[in-house]
């Protein structure tokens, strides 16, 4: 903390924006992604990194996708990835708490998940 005395909350943007802009100051290069259904992501290309644009429910990666950088965070109700309308082989823990920001990567028709941050 930079000076505890005068604590500035977040509250004029939501907490995917403020990832979205963190992410920027980073040097990452992302695009924002929208759900087709509250929840409901399609990723029909990849030519940057995305940001989902709400926390995410389900996410299929189209035919055609081979590869795709996706962050994200999971709803209360997250069910999983999608390659294809085929359930895909996912490695990593996700825990749908609707405020953790996570990294999904498709490669070789597998996604990896990495925790984004602490």
Known sequence: MINTNRIVPVMATDLLTLYGNILTIAGETVDAIQATDPGVFEVESADNDLLAAEPIKTMDFADGVSTATVYFIADYNFAGFTIDG????????????????????LASGAITVTQVGF
């Open 86 to 105: 085929a359930t895909a082989t996912v490695t990593g823990d996700i825990n749908a708490d609707g405020s953790t920001l996570y990294k999904a990567e």
